[in-house]
């Protein structure tokens, strides 16, 4: 059976080298360059490939084809695919077919690697075999074809599920449905919140979905939908009264088939409103695979936050500099600008996905003092804050970014990277943003 591959990088070489393994002929096709260490993993596996171009008469001679999650389906040669019917998957979709460790999947606008990263780092100290994959770390299919593993937990985009077809959660994660990556879905949030939905198909009622009883999207599906899984709702705003998670008096109760774990908040490695329903989401999911209390209680008290979420760099001069370039959409910024108590000066922008600034314009009123755009194209940030932030400035490059924060900056501000934004026009992904904000402000 041959296999052909849409994309080289981290989830296209994961998927070649399992497909490799398992005794398909494997073709990797990448209309962009290669990156070298991918380059050499492919040829140590003495796989075929080819880099700025899609092959399309060899891509159609495959009996499938795997896609990276980045190319979007109306690329020419998937549009072409799909007029004669050639199936097309996520890597996701294919190695599930090979694994039968415990999935456990995360999805969500926002949350989706600080839970997902919870839950491993639980399972880890658990002594569990347990695998971090899917949108962060080492692909889901790579680490199929090369370890054992009891538990894998899968971090999942919607655009990894868009490629999902037979695969399986044994516990689904979902933590919330905001207006996010809608270029990709024709502007209509309908489409992307589908998407996300897809998280629960072919789940039984031998599955667990973990959900956000306070999300109206996802609380409104479920009223119209019969769910086969067994239900693990969390809500900070309400006390429940079967399975799940609440709060009551400052403390987090989690209750799974009548045993409770209590915690106070002020425990929590993780603060804020959203990181609660985080740490929620995580402690259920490990309470559901038996996980003991107290070293459930000890890992969310010692987690480390993720990098490039909220990510404390330094203090200079009296300012506080924070790195939160992950967030890639005007939810997660909103998230980020409300566990702000000190002035803000902003770092904003980048490729706009869409985005709808008026759900932040009361907290940007309340706390910013100076707006830094930072992207090619900044007229929709400045037409959305231009009267409510007194003080806007335009750049195309971070280090230009730092030095007008650090000079407008006062005792006791905090200057934010949180772009809401997508960071492909300057940068090549939000890592690489993040780090050369560290960098700058480092060089300070």
């Known amino acids: 059976m041959t296999i052909a591959i849409l994309g080289g990088g981290e989830s296209g070489t994961g998927a070649a080298v399992l497909a490799a393994k398992k005794g398909y002929a494997v073709f990797v096709s990448d209309t962009g360059k290669i990156k070298e260490n991918y380059k050499q993993v492919l040829l140590h596996h003495a796989i075929s490939f080819e880099e700025g171009k899609h092959s399309e008469e060899r891509i159609m001679q495959a009996d499938e084809v795997v896609k990276s999650p980045g190319i979007p389906d109306n690329a020419p040669v998937v549009a072409l695919l799909g007029k004669y019917g050639k199936p097309v998957i996520s890597e996701i979709e294919f190695a599930g077919r090979?694994?039968?460790?415990?999935?456990?999947?995360?999805?969500?606008?926002?949350?989706?690697?600080?839970?997902?990263?919870?839950?491993?780092?639980?399972?880890?100290?658990?002594?569990?075999?347990?695998?971090?994959?899917?949108?962060?770390?080492?692909?889901?299919?790579?680490?199929?074809?090369?370890?054992?593993?009891?538990?894998?937990?899968?971090?999942?985009?919607?655009?990894?599920?868009?490629?999902?077809?037979?695969?399986?959660?044994?516990?689904?994660?979902?933590?919330?449905?905001?207006?996010?990556?809608?270029?990709?879905?024709?502007?209509?949030?309908?489409?992307?919140?589908?998407?996300?939905?897809?998280?629960?198909?072919?789940?039984?009622?031998?599955?667990?979905?973990?959900?956000?009883?306070?999300?109206?999207?996802?609380?409104?599906?479920?009223?119209?939908?019969?769910?086969?899984?067994?239900?693990?709702?969390?809500?900070?705003?309400?006390?429940?009264?079967?399975?799940?998670?609440?709060?009551?008096?400052?403390?987090?109760?989690?209750?799974?088939?009548?045993?409770?774990?209590?915690?106070?908040?002020?425990?929590?490695?993780?603060?804020?409103?959203?990181?609660?329903?985080?740490?929620?989401?995580?402690?259920?999911?490990a309470k559901i695979l038996d996980i003991r209390k107290e070293l459930i209680k000890e890992s969310l008290s010692d987690f480390q936050n993720v990098e490039h979420r909220l990510e404390y760099v330094a203090r200079i001069h009296g300012v506080d500099y924070i790195n939160d370039s992950k967030a890639t959409n005007v939810n997660s910024t909103w998230y980020a600008m409300e566990s702000m108590s000190h002035p803000v000066i902003w770092i904003a922008g980048g490729i706009d996905k869409g985005n709808d600034y008026s759900a932040l314009r009361d907290l940007a009123r309340e706390k910013v003092r100076v707006l830094i755009c930072l992207g090619k194209d900044n007229d929709r940030l400045i037409e959305a804050f231009g009267g409510v932030i007194d003080s806007i400035y335009e750049t195309d490059n971070m280090p230009e970014a730092i030095k007008i924060a650090s000079y407008l900056g006062k005792q006791n501000d905090v200057v934010l990277l949180s772009p809401a934004c997508a960071s492909f026009d300057l940068f090549e992904n939000f890592e690489d943003r993040g780090n050369r904000f560290k960098e700058a402000v480092r060089s300070l």
């Open 98 to 285: 090979f694994s039968g460790a415990t999935k456990v999947c995360i999805t969500g606008s926002n949350g989706k690697t600080t839970t997902s990263s919870l839950i491993y780092h639980i399972l880890k100290r658990a002594g569990l075999r347990v695998a971090l994959a899917g949108n962060i770390g080492k692909s889901y299919a790579l680490q199929v074809a090369g370890e054992e593993n009891d538990v894998h937990v899968i971090e999942l985009s919607s655009f990894q599920l868009d490629g999902m077809f037979g695969f399986k959660a044994d516990i689904a994660v979902l933590l919330n449905i905001t207006p996010d990556h809608l270029d990709r879905y024709g502007y209509c949030f309908e489409n992307y919140a589908r998407s996300k939905f897809r998280i629960l198909q072919n789940q039984t009622d031998r599955d667990a979905f973990i959900y956000n009883a306070d999300d109206p999207v996802i609380t409104d599906y479920i009223s119209k939908t019969k769910v086969q899984a067994g239900k693990f709702p969390f809500s900070v705003r309400k006390k429940l009264s079967g399975e799940g998670a609440w709060i009551v008096n400052n403390e987090m109760i989690v209750n799974i088939n009548s045993n409770f774990l209590n915690m106070t908040l002020e425990n929590l490695a993780l603060q804020g409103k959203h990181n609660i329903y985080n740490s929620m989401a995580a402690a259920i999911a």
